[in-house]
């Protein structure tokens, strides 16, 4: 990662800039969350704070960054050319905000020397991993050549009971009743494969947490079963996600009911490890072939198994708990629990049974594809 520059330490806030080759990500990292505005017009990106900040000149800029300036409450980058597109989302176990900036044409990145030396991720993990491998080289990964390790992860749970119907029905106990029989169907179908559930009770699980046991246990893949909600109780249909910024306003909604447990993850949990999440981040990129391969296959279970529900397609989004894996990722809301009809489903054995089926055939598929 010798692309990457610290730009400059603010009293409360860091900041940092981290090149990609199409942009680059603006890291803010403070003691308690971030909720910047944030403005992109032209070639200048402004972010403003409700609370102040304080820049501290005298470090080298980027040569593709013509100025950056602060003043009490607010941040503006001016690069060398047009921003197209500018999206946020909320990085690792840190209290940080990443911005995405992506600039019209391919930024050409000048090598660059490290202005002080970072702090490196602990890469002891995964350091053998094909994914690292394949950041090194600075490409795609290849599809796995073993699939031995699933991680099932139940959406929510304990203190977080995720989205909650009109009759009470909790998000957390439908995902954990599909999760469990995901995991015992796929025990039959794939008897060789080994089963990590992210919990198997009702208890808290960090979203930091669930991604670390993929990652600890080597996982060639990590399915995120959830239920989703939304203010229009006549919403309905099941949909898939893989991480990426959220393309439309719907696949934001639905990002930010699902990232809004990050406010009940413990601030003990707090690290100031950037570089592994900016990594996890490329890494989801070098998989999202995979991923999206794999969602797409569960919409096509969902509806053969469902003809009447409506199929909501494969989206994309920033969630959190996909972020920090090393692997393929899909998030899979299965139906909502804010409508009526699709709560009284999800709390009926035949209804979860035929959706943790549905799951399970993609899984199979997915195993069984060549390379
Ligand atoms: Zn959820």
Redo the contacts with the bound molecule.
Sequence with gaps: MSGLILISIMSGIALNLFPRHDGVVVELIGQQRLDPIIHASGNTLQMCFNAPVEWIEGTPLPIWINRVAADSSSVTVEFDQLIVSADWALSGDSMAMIIFARAENEILLPPVAWQSPPVPPDTSLWSDSLVYAALERGEGSPWLVDFDCIVIDP??GGRDP??VGGSGSQ?KDRTLEISLMVRDLLRIRLPELRIVLTRSVDEYVSLGERTRMANRNRADLFVSI??NAAVNRSAHGFETYFLSRARTDDARAVQM??NNVLELDEVSTVSDDPLSFLLADMAQSIFQNQSSHLAGSIQNSFTSTFPVRRDRGVKRAGFYVLRGAFMPAVLVEVGFISNPEEEQALMSLDFRFRAAQAIVESIVEYAGREN
Aim: net charge negative.
């Design positions: 959406g929510h995720g989205a998000e959830h239920c009911l699902e």
